[in-house]
């Protein structure tokens, strides 16, 4: 799936008192983590884009499926759970984020906080069903009545004793999990990957605890949550004119080597969709990281970037809906 393409809700699953997950009718490649942009018919502005995490696992073989939690006066996820019913249709983009493991054989440390366990859990149901690694989840919700899949983590817990391990913290009893609890717990599997997904005190937490564990930024994965300001649905590709200076750049996109000329004012995005490449994206605001590719040679800079972190940026990390062109010459890679 390359395209925006409008899906059919095979079923809506009540998780929690706030919770419900929408499954598709359809059947469409897509990684442990990644994530969906759904178009929300709004009679204010005509449409708003948001994302949801897919919750199922593409290993499992059954219908893919998100899991929206509502947010406390947000329009999307409340207008999600309260609308949409078995044979809604909705508008989607295609999968996309880096929230993956390379390997589904590594060992994962994984911490999930409310409604971040969404894409966890997909990694974790595909770790368990096609790779061998041990996997451990520190998982950390308001109070019990809020923990979603809190049944289908006890039975793939069950199903699988000598690989799960999860680890439940509940803020009503424990108050919020600190750096230096974080940093305990953590300690024994220091040498698993992690990924996170959460709140923002949450993450920066959990990010401080595993940092001061010696953990490299390869081995944490983060995932932020937030809504997206702009409309990808309704925006076009702005080529502008190559008069005007233009770089060349190299990339290698779905196994196709491709170069061609970028004009210095145009963002690189938005010059493959014009050329009909099928880049990944998602909130073309720098707010996603959904179409992050690799700088390998030469430079570009940054319109905005409210995602990468400065060891992201140090790795060559960049954002294609934010870059324009600085060098002469730039080579890239999606990987
Ligand atoms: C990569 C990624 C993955 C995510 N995965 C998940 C997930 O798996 N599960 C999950 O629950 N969340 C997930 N999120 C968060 C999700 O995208 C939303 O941010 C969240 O659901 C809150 O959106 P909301 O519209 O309900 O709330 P808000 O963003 O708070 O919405 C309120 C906004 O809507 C505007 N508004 C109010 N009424 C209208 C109207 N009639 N028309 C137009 N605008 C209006 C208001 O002005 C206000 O700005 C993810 C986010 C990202 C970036
Ligand atoms: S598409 Fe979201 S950061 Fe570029």
Redesign the pocket.
């Known amino acids: 799936m390359t395209e925006p393409r409008v899906l059919r809700v095979a079923e809506v699953v009540d998780e929690t008192a706030d ?1 419900r997950t929408i499954v598709f009718d359809a059947d469409f490649p897509y990684a442990p983590g990644q ?1 969906l942009t759904l178009r ?1 018919p ?4 005509g ?2 884009a ?6 199922s696992s593409p290993h499992q073989g059954g219908l893919p499926g ?6 406390v ?8 759970c309260d609308n949409v019913r078995a044979g809604s249709t909705i508008e989607v983009l295609p999968p996309s ?1 880096i ?1 993956t493991p390379k390997s589904l054989d590594a060992d994962l440390l994984l911490f999930a906080g409310g ?2 366990i ?2 966890i859990l997909s990694i974790l149901r595909s770790a368990l069903c096609a790779g061998s690694g041990r996997i451990v989840l520190f998982y950390a919700n308001r109070d019990e009545s809020s923990v979603i899949f809190a049944a289908a983590l006890r039975a793939l817990a069950a199903a699988n004793p000598e690989r799960l391990t999860v680890f439940h913290w509940l803020e009503s009893v424990q108050g919020l999990p600190t750096v230096a609890q974080l940093t305990e717990l953590a300690r024994p599997f220091a040498t698993f990957d992690a990924f996170t ?1 959460g709140p923002a005190p949450f993450m920066k937490a959990v990010t401080e605890a595993l940092k001061s564990l010696g953990l490299p930024r390869e081995r944490r994965h983060l ?6 300001g702009a409309n990808p649905f309704e925006l076009v590709a702005k080529v502008t004119d190559p008069d005007a200076g233009s770089a060349v750049v190299e990339l290698e996109l779905d196994g196709t080597r491709h170069t061609l000329d970028w004009p210095v004012e145009t963002k690189l995005l938005d010059l493959l969709l014009d050329k009909g490449l099928a880049a990944p994206y ?2 073309r605001e720098g ?4 179409c992050a590719y690799r700088l390998v040679s030469g430079e570009v800079k940054l319109l905005n970037n409210e995602v990468l972190d400065k060891d992201d940026l140090d790795e060559g990390i960049r954002l294609a809906c934010q870059s324009l062109p600085v060098s002469e010459k730039v080579e890239i890679s999606y990987e």
């Not at 998100?66 to 947010?71: A, E, F, G, L, P």
Request: net charge positive.
């Open positions: 919770a994530f929300i709004s009679d204010q502005c449409s708003v948001r994302c949801y995490s897919l919750s998100i899991t929206v939690k509502r947010t006066d947000g329009y999307a996820s409340n207008w999600v984020g929230f409604s971040g969404t894409p997904c995932e932020r949550f937030a809504s997206l998602s909130c707010a996603c990281s959904a």
